[in-house]
């Protein structure tokens, strides 16, 4: 598997270039993953998100013939057609409302990976993070800490049993209170509590605050792990970030 993997500087931290995959994010690991437990015959792909997940899922539709649904707010719709997504855009104005039209299209036989409260997902994110580590350990021996920023929790929870057991630390980054960052949010203020995927490792897994300046996750990222004693020991996690070089 390619993990695209480098320092921007000799000190400073790894990053791993998300924005180098296929759909231009680490979601494309993930639901590529999770359709191949999907049976056969699904008539398309819906999904609650204006981000990642609905541009891996537009990718993967691509691959598959399959028709692709996002279904996000208006601000979640022109980030997706400035990204290039070529399927269907609805928009929404509460998750309820986006709730009931996802469920109508999975009545219909559509696939609905339920991001936001599907456990599975999690496992799919620990299949492949198993290799990301095993590929850190070997090319990077010096890392020893992991900061993903937290959407759904799918990945930073994949990550945290994957790493962790190896005797990594692994850290999940939300944005501060009054702010936001493209694809992340805040457990207190924005949660399904007891269907919510993350619930159940919301004691296990470690949540921390980004800096409140920023409004871009690779910067904010970036700024947490070189404010750290030892900078070169940390792995960022970029979603859906390119490296700024050839």
């Not at 296929?22 to 999907?38: A, I, W």
């Not at 601000?75 to 290039?84: F, I, N, S, V």
């Not at 759904?152 to 692994?170: D, K, Q, S």
């Not at 493209?182 to 490792?201: A, C, I, T, V, Y």
Request: glycine letters at 12%; proline letters at 7%.
């Amino acid at each position: 598997m390619y993990f695209p993997l480098s320092r921007l500087s000799p000190e400073g931290p790894v990053v791993l270039w998300g924005g180098e995959l296929p759909s231009g994010g680490l979601k494309y690991l993930t639901f590529s993953r999770y359709l191949e437990t999907v049976p056969e015959g699904a008539c398309g792909l819906v999904e609650l998100s204006g981000s990642s997940s609905s541009l891996a899922l537009d990718a993967l539709g691509r691959e598959r013939g399959l028709p692709v649904l996002a279904l996000t707010d208006t601000a979640g719709a022109a980030y997706l057609r400035d990204q290039g997504f070529g399927g269907e855009v609805r928009t929404v104005r509460r998750l309820s409302e986006a709730w009931e039209v996802a469920l109508g299209y999975e009545r219909q036989g559509w696939c609905w990976p339920r991001q936001l409260s599907n456990g599975a997902l999690v496992g799919c994110v620990e299949g492949w993070a198993g290799e990301l580590r095993d590929f850190v350990r070997d090319t990077f021996p010096s890392v020893r800490r992991v900061v993903c920023g937290f959407g759904t929790g799918a990945t930073l929870v994949g990550l945290h049993r994957a790493f962790t057991p190896e005797g990594y630390e692994v850290v999940g980054l939300q944005p501060a209170k009054g702010s936001s960052l493209p694809g992340w949010r805040r457990w207190q203020e924005q949660n399904l509590g007891k269907e919510d995927l993350f619930h159940p490792h919301r004691e296990e897994v470690v949540l921390e605050t980004a800096a409140p300046k920023h409004s871009d996750s690779l910067a904010a990222l970036l700024t947490y792990a070189r404010a750290e004693t030892h900078p070169e020991e940390m792995l960022v996690i970029g979603h859906n970030a390119r490296p700024p070089f050839g």
